[in-house]
């Protein structure tokens, strides 16, 4: 998996979500370099290198899986593992599957629904599966700009993609045929017993405009996992740490220093 690397220090690794790269992390590379050595990863068929075959598996657990495999070959030990919306996702469940690599687990809005003790799974309304399968048609059928903002509004706010910079959407675009695969491979849900064996300190950081199912698995996780803490970001929604990156970094910074044992 490509990757970018900058500063010396405890490792950070960042692990993307949805239509992103190692590219989504620049402000953090940028801001926490100085204390730390950030690792800014690409999961498998994303930019740069994109294009695999058919019979490559898109998978979630393959990537959690993958994060484990890369995380030995930097050679530095177990990790300050940071993921955000998917990438949330899967490094939850790297988290689960490989506590020896693992130092502490940041999930910034992290992706999947969440199944409630005693409670029928949530699960997602049939208007949001019938938006995720027309933009994945979109896409497929060339007209990228129309599926990825149909997309990337969903899961932020309506004028989001608009809005976003040229430089988000381009990465955006270099990554659009990801998000068809991605629709077929959905996410696990998040559950109780599952949260009570994430035996590393866990930071959860929501936007306050978040869309729901996302605010609402932080809480959930916040509940559940043994060692959490939580932060919101004022005014910021799911790209939170693009639009309010002083706020990230901090809450990162201070998180990784308390859990050194630093002031």
Partial sequence: MPYVERGSGPLLVFVHGSLCDYR????QVDGLS???RCVALSLTHYWPIAGFARTVPFSWSRHADELAEFIDKLG???AHVIGHSRGGCVAYH???R??????TLTLADPGGPVEMPGQTLH???ETVNALR?????????GEVDAGLELFVDSVSRVGSWAKSTAAFRTMAIDNADTLPRQFADPLPAYKHDDARRIACPVLLIDGEKSPDIFRRCVAALADWVP????HTIRGASHGMNLAHPTAFNRHIDEFVRATNGES
């Avoid at 989504?24 to 402000?27: A, G, I, L, V």
């Avoid at 490989?98 to 130092?103: A, F, I, L, N, Y």
């Avoid at 060692?227 to 939580?230: E, I, L, S, T």
């Fill in 227 to 230: 060692d959490a803490r939580r």
């Fill in 123 to 125: 699960v997602l309304p």
């Fill in 133 to 141: 399968a027309r933009a994945a048609g979109l896409i497929e059928a």
């Fill in 76 to 78: 530095h030990g177990a």
């Fill in 24 to 27: 989504y992390w620049q402000p």
């Fill in 34 to 36: 100085a204390h730390y």
């Fill in 98 to 103: 490989h506590r020896e690599r693992v130092r």
């Fill in 94 to 96: 790297f988290a689960l």
